[in-house]
């Protein structure tokens, strides 16, 4: 079900790539948005008390925008950050409703992605009158093909896994002169993943804020990760903020492409290669990004590698909540880690794994439920038909 390994790599070291002051900056490009407002942090205070814990706290994406996840803070940014330089003007300077009428012609931008990603450089193509064009791997949900295009981009499924895919998408980029907007990295391709790694942080500076507003402060932050490019950077800004010393983090992936797990275990990167067939899509990425590793490396605590029943139980517990938590709809990729904590906290076949964790009743545990139902159908399998029960 799932497997768990201490860091044996940290220390705590903090990048000067994902500080609290970027994160700040990149809020303050997002507040200047049209429709921007924090997501909510939910404090779910009867599972808590369930799972014998002081706090659960969720950051729930799904209202991001009006896209049901959190990608496309990290598209706009990058975007920003890529027209700015074009014009060679700051960031502060990029209005999304003129930057157009500065272009002699709108720009092309290119992504490979699972859905989320690529929904959200489309929509901050759409918002800046770019245009995009998106490929995604086979297999993807025809739903997040049609979300793509109804915001008018170009959508190619292809015929290979995610990181194939990457590899077209940044081909077919050079061979046309487009800008490509890819959420991981490779040699001589770092900076518009470090931007877009900089946009997640607009999440955890308004949860940090939110928080403290409860007088809380996370004892324990879990993270999921595909590359790595949104934990590394929730990571960054609270090792920065809080101290990495201060705080266990949980890095959680699906089991066929825990690529991050492995790195964690070998104290280097190590890629997973295949088909990465998992319910969890949006985390099916085989090959760590180099930008965010090295602070992954550096101040995470624990790696897991998760089998999908897992998020599946995740996706019925905050969908079905007690009586007086708030509900929450979250995908296969946003409740990997509440899923992983409930399995834990719950099961006492886990109780020495609960142990070395520190999940107890002075634990506060802070959550990203970084999408809600993008996949309507899948949803509906797991949470109302028992897909994928743990008791199956």
Known sequence: MLKLTQNAFFTGEISPLFTADIAEQTRQFHQ???GYLPTPLISLE???????VKAILVK???YRFGLNAFKVLGGSYALGKQLAEHLGVEISDIDLKTVAAKLPEPLVFATATA?????GVAWAAREMGQKAV????KGSAQASVERIKKLGAECIVTDCNYDDTVRIANQTAADNGWMLVQDTAWEGYDKIPTWISQGYMTMAVEAQEQAETMAMKPTHIMLQAGVGAMAGGILGYFADKLGADNFSTIIAEPRAADCIYRSGAAGDMVAVGGELNSIMAGLAC?????VTWPILKQCSTFFASVEDNVTATGMR??????AGDTPII?????????GLLYTLASSEKFAAERQQLGLDKDAVVMVFSTEGDTNPTRYRQIVWEGMLSTHA
């Open 330 to 338: 979250s995908g296969e990729s946003g409740a990997l880690t509440l």
């Open 60 to 62: 729930d994406e799904s």
């Open 317 to 322: 517990v905050l969908g079905n909540p007690l």
């Open 115 to 119: 859905g989320n990603h690529g929904t």
């Open 286 to 290: 085989g090959e760590p990004n180099p």
């Open 46 to 52: 009867q599972l808590a008390a369930r799972l014998g």
């Open 32 to 34: 200047q948005i049209e």
């Open 134 to 137: 998106v490929y995604m791997p």
